[in-house]
């Protein structure tokens, strides 16, 4: 089914709680639909997706709730977790079924597993009929990170979706040049401007964090009209025009030497992989100053596993 599809039996002015099933796939996705009164854009909330990223699962059940359908003008689907098994099974980033990372799948084949079954749907059968994107996200088990967002780098995408995020409250707004995730291929190649918003980190689900996601969601509403109200634009957050992400080269044992919201400069070392004879295998260096976005604190690692993310300063701060 089609993004409308999923609204044709909604009358004007209101909202359910549903289940939408995908063909192939024996799980259904929990979700909530609003139909405003008035016409408007049509908007896609998601979570869940890296389903040991808890804040934005509860934010989208609180915001489902609070919203007003009379007040809306147009449509919003909130699916509240993209991937129910790995939720159950406390997976982290992967869909047990396969052990695929969603984020990194975009926009796959709907014959495929479990999560290109779930991808597909969501590329194919939602995106097209969408005018903006908005995937919640946290730092998992094996990951601090400090509040940041993504938005899509490149063509009109970049410029309505920088926009939209100059309204929330977070400090580092990051371009991001991805291709294979939701809210990249959205905006990098389908054109469709969105955000990609992480609060959190480690795991937890503290009330503070779903509070401010919760507010996220509704500013973001507001800010694309869907919602009345008036905003202000924030002026303290600085904008990264390029970051770096460092992944494990082996199989060893890690060890950072850096903090989330840490400032670094070049040629700092930021960590290092060892084995167990205490030899290093793999040194991080810094590419330029910057900020630390997100590291692993955890030891274990394997190849292509995340290290440490740092937005780049250098001559590229707003």
């Not at 938005?151 to 309505?160: I, S, T």
Request: glycine share 10%.
């Amino acid at each position: 089914m089609k993004y409308s599809d999923y609204f044709k039996d909604l009358s004007a002015g209101s909202k359910k709680q549903t289940e939408i099933v995908i063909n192939g796939y024996t799980d259904t996705l929990p979700a909530t639909l609003i139909r405003g009164r008035e016409n408007g854009k049509s908007i896609l909330i998601t979570t869940g997706m890296h389903s040991g990223e808890y804040p934005g699962i509860p934010a989208t059940l609180t915001a489902a709730e609070r919203i007003d359908p009379e007040k809306v003008s147009g449509r919003i689907m909130m699916i509240h977790c993209l991937n129910p098994s790995g939720f159950r099974e406390r997976t982290d980033n992967y869909v047990p079924e396969d052990g695929k990372n969603m984020n990194r799948i975009f926009p796959s084949d709907n014959t495929g597993t479990p999560a290109d079954r779930i991808v597909s749907f969501v590329s194919k059968e939602l995106l097209p009929e969408t005018d903006f994107v908005l995937d919640l996200h946290s730092g998992g088990q094996s990951e601090r990170l400090t509040d940041h967002l993504y938005f899509p780098a490149e063509g009109q995408a970049a410029e309505e979706s920088l926009k939209t995020a100059s309204f929330l409250n977070f400090p580092y707004l990051t371009a991001s040049y991805s291709r294979g995730g939701e809210v990249g291929y959205a905006g990098n190649i389908l054109g469709i401007p969105g955000l990609l918003l992480e609060r959190g980190h480690s795991g937890y689900c503290l009330p503070e964090w779903t509070e401010n996601m919760t507010e996220d969601i509704l500013t973001v509403l507001t800010a694309l009209g869907v919602l009345p109200g008036t905003l202000r634009q924030n002026q303290s957050h600085t904008v990264f025009r390029k970051a770096v992400y460092a992944e494990s080269d082996t199989e060893g044992l890690w060890y950072p030497y850096i903090q989330e919201n840490e400032n670094v400069r070049r040629g700092q070392i930021l960590g290092e992989v060892r084995n167990f004879r205490n030899e290093i295998l793999q040194t991080v260096s810094a590419e330029g100053d910057g900020i630390v976005l997100y590291f692993t604190p955890g030891l274990s690692v394997r190849p292509g596993w995340p290290l440490v993310a740092y937005g780049l300063s250098e001559k590229l701060t707003e």
